[in-house]
């Protein structure tokens, strides 16, 4: 598609419970980037995947936290055991990668968003 | 460590002011800056700036990059009520070493209002 498209809008689960968000690319696309926002604050990058292996998941929680990007399929970020700190807007962008450049450098494009409510 | 810092926080203008947004960056690696729109939900993509002192334009905004003072600005002439949004300011990440490869830092943003 032309958009990032994230689902669902807005996800509400007790704590202890699973979290799963979805992540749709915009079509060729190979860069695909997850953030945490809280209460409208800056930005925290968790992961990035280049296609479907991971590229860099050097802001990943170490435990509970966990994302794929399998072929054919929307991207996942999937958090376990959810507390009330979890709350918060993830996004998910990605962009296309820049074939003159080791990395890409194209700049990238958010989705929407899904508002997690951990209550 | 590297950071991101945004001025002002906030700003109220009435329509038709010009406007500069501050962004200064302190990181290492640094490969490029962006700005960002952001309304009620996903960031708009505005410019990307990796050379100093080319301006990049489009309609009443511009911005341009300083990379020896390691600042950029984001002007906004002839303001709409339109344009009342959150502009945030990130710097992209380049480590050849292995490290973080091409996420953003991004700033806390600028709350920009503008009053008909």
């Known amino acids: 598609g032309e958009e990032v498209a994230q689902t669902p809008k807005h996800l509400v689960r007790g704590e202890g419970q699973k979290a799963k968000l979805y992540c749709a690319p915009i079509k060729g696309h190979s860069y695909v980037f997850w953030y945490q926002q809280v209460l409208k604050n800056e930005f925290k990058f968790l992961i990035s995947?280049?296609?479907?292996?991971?590229?860099?998941e050097t802001g990943m929680p170490k435990e509970r936290f966990s994302a794929k990007c399998l072929p054919n399929s929307p991207c996942s970020l999937e958090i376990q055991a959810t507390k009330l700190e979890d709350s918060a807007v993830y996004f998910c962008?990605?962009?296309?990668?820049?074939?003159?450049?080791?990395?890409?450098?194209?700049?990238?494009?958010f989705g929407d968003g899904t508002r997690l409510s951990i209550l | 460590e590297d950071k991101v810092v945004q001025s002002p926080l906030s700003l109220v203008v009435h329509e038709g002011d010009t406007v500069t947004l501050n962004c200064s960056y302190e990181?290492?690696?640094?490969?490029?800056l962006l700005w960002y729109k952001q309304e009620k939900k996903a960031p708009t993509f505005l410019f990307m700036l990796?050379?100093?002192?080319i301006e990049k334009k489009s309609g009443r905004l511009s911005s341009i990059l300083d990379k020896k003072e390691l600042f950029s600005i984001l002007n906004i002439t002839a303001t709409q009520t339109g344009d009342s949004a959150i502009y945030l300011c990130?710097?992209?990440?380049?480590?050849?070493?292995?490290?973080?490869?091409?996420?953003?830092?991004f700033g806390k943003g600028t709350k920009l209002s503008v009053k008909p």
């Open positions: 990796t050379s100093s002192g």
């Open positions: 990181v290492t690696n640094f490969r490029s």
């Open positions: 990130g710097s992209r990440l380049d480590n050849i070493y292995g490290g973080s490869q091409g996420n953003l830092i």
């Open positions: 962008a990605s962009s296309h990668r820049d074939r003159t450049a080791r990395y890409s450098n194209q700049p990238q494009h």
């Open positions: 995947f280049q296609n479907e292996n991971v590229f860099d």
